[in-house]
């Protein structure tokens, strides 16, 4: 995949593509805090989280140590539940806490690429790649914790992040990741299976 996130979006926050994403999450830090300190006093798997609606799914952000480069935030998805399609300038680190599912990683002219994880995974998208997470449990939900930088990015004037205009269902991507696994294309997961040996989700009847 293609390095060249910094081309275009060298811009002030105050040029952000999405400037609504960033205000979005400052007010969720307003009326839920960021956990300080230098230890989570809870259990990723199993600590509350707060809706985050215009993400779709709950979250929770952690400001530990006093750290000013590094940023760290919790995120749930629902049962067969799908992430919002976004891209930013940070990196990050995603560690898969609780759950299993894929992403879907690319860059406007780039083919789809498939990341598949389960508890215990780590995996990074590429700086200002197009990814969006699915849940494959329809019966559990499933937990990320992403380290980023942010705060380097912010101090630069270089942070932005912009959602995509074709958010993908959850029947688009099953059938992204089912060709990934048929091609043997697929990152991470269980490599030379057949796709047939993946649960086909059900079917939303509020958007199909």
């Given amino acids: 995949m293609r390095d060249e996130y910094l081309k275009g979006v060298l811009s002030s926050e105050k040029k952000n593509r999405d400037a609504s994403e960033i205000s979005a999450r400052d007010e969720f830090n307003k009326r839920h805090p960021p956990i300080k300190g230098l230890v989570v006093p809870h259990d990723l798997r199993k600590m509350d989280l707060p809706e985050r609606p215009w993400r779709n799914n709950r979250g929770q952000w952690f400001d530990l140590a006093d750290y000013e480069v590094l940023n760290a935030h919790l995120a749930e998805l629902k049962p067969g539940g799908a992430s919002v399609r976004h891209r930013h300038t940070t990196e990050a680190y995603l560690y898969i806490v609780k759950?299993?599912?894929?992403?879907?990683?690319?860059?406007?002219?780039?083919?789809?690429?498939?990341?598949?994880?389960?508890?215990?995974?780590?995996?990074?998208?590429?700086?200002?790649?197009?990814?969006?997470?699915?849940?494959?449990?329809?019966?559990?939900?499933?937990?990320?914790?992403?380290?980023?930088?942010?705060?380097?990015?912010?101090?630069?004037?270089?942070?932005?992040?912009?959602?995509?205009?074709?958010?993908?269902?959850?029947?688009?991507?099953?059938?992204?990741?089912?060709?990934?696994?048929?091609?043997?294309?697929?990152?991470?997961?269980?490599?030379?299976?057949?796709?047939?040996?993946?649960?086909?989700p059900v079917s939303d009847p509020h958007t199909s």
């Fill in 99 to 200: 759950g299993s599912g894929y992403s879907l990683l690319n860059y406007d002219d780039d083919p789809v690429e498939v990341v598949e994880w389960s508890e215990g995974t780590l995996f990074a998208p590429p700086r200002w790649a197009w990814h969006q997470h699915f849940n494959l449990d329809e019966n559990d939900t499933s937990r990320y914790l992403a380290i980023q930088d942010t705060g380097l990015l912010r101090t630069m004037r270089l942070h932005n992040i912009e959602r995509h205009s074709v958010q993908l269902t959850k029947e688009q991507g099953f059938e992204l990741l089912r060709a990934a696994i048929d091609s043997g294309t697929v990152h991470g997961g269980h490599q030379g299976r057949e796709a047939d040996s993946i649960v086909e």
